[in-house]
């Protein structure tokens, strides 16, 4: 540790280049951290913060708890990390005390969701119990099939749906700007980028390709 510049009491915090990229520095760090505390074994560890409710590890913070844990960020930067991981369902949010009137959440990570979006696995991950067939090759195009939407074409689109369009043109997603799914996908824009920026990794694709919504979004998000 003696190439890293620390004050008295400090440690360093960790979080994946990928998932910060993608996630925010803020959900990558939570996400870091609340994996490090569920893991580690160490006795200091104050066992009132862990817990074990169907054959899984939760871990307790109030959000001033997790202020001082990560050290960085403000409570309402940590609200807005957690809200984005939950709505994502990379974490799982539970109430777990016995007293009924302590009415604190309690966290765990959902591995398997973690693997699926973007292809990082851990021991917490449970290997399938029948290997699954290997995924055809994905072939994707040098330009889009769907031409750029003109300044006049987002002009009569709601401003919601531009600002989504153009993110998911930015990862090569080969999408119409007058696409009727953009409305849906406007309620579930952090999945829908997630799924978008995290392609390469989980599908193994040319990130530099363009790809239709239909070979690599999850069939949930192609209804109209």
């Known amino acids: 540790m003696k190439n890293i510049l620390l004050t008295n009491q400090e440690y360093p915090l960790i979080a994946s280049p990928q998932l910060a990229k993608e996630l925010g520095t803020a959900a990558a760090t939570f996400l870091q951290k609340l994996h490090f505390l569920l893991s580690e074994n160490r006795k200091f560890k104050q066992k009132k913060n862990l817990t074990t409710y169907l054959n899984r590890k939760w871990w307790f913070h109030t959000f001033e708890e997790w202020q001082t844990t990560l050290g960085m960020f403000s409570v309402s930067t940590i609200k807005r990390a957690v809200a984005k991981l939950k709505e994502l369902g990379l974490i799982e949010i539970n109430k777990l005390s016995k007293i009924k009137s302590i009415r604190v959440n309690y966290y765990t990570i ?18 399938s119990p029948v290997p699954k067939p290997s995924p055809e090759n994905i072939v994707g195009t ?9 300044v006049e074409n987002l002009a009569t689109i709601p401003s919601e749906h ?4 153009r993110q998911l043109r930015q990862y090569k997603l080969d999408v119409s ?15 829908v980028i997630a799924y978008a920026a995290s392609a390469s990794n989980r599908l193994n694709i ?4 363009w790809h239709t919504p ?10 109209t």
Do not use: C, V
Request: glycine residues 2%; aromatic residues 12%.
């Open 162 to 165: 531009r600002a989504l369009y």
């Open 206 to 209: 040319n990130k530099w390709q």
């Open 214 to 223: 239909e070979q690599i979004l999850p069939e949930e998000l192609l209804r």
């Open 177 to 191: 700007y007058d696409d009727p799914r953009l409305h849906f996908w406007e309620k579930k824009s952090r999945s």
């Open 110 to 127: 959902n591995y398997q969701k973690l693997k699926d979006l973007f292809g990082i696995s851990t021991s917490q991950t449970k290997p």
């Open 142 to 150: 040098d330009a889009p099939t769907q031409a750029e939407a003109t």
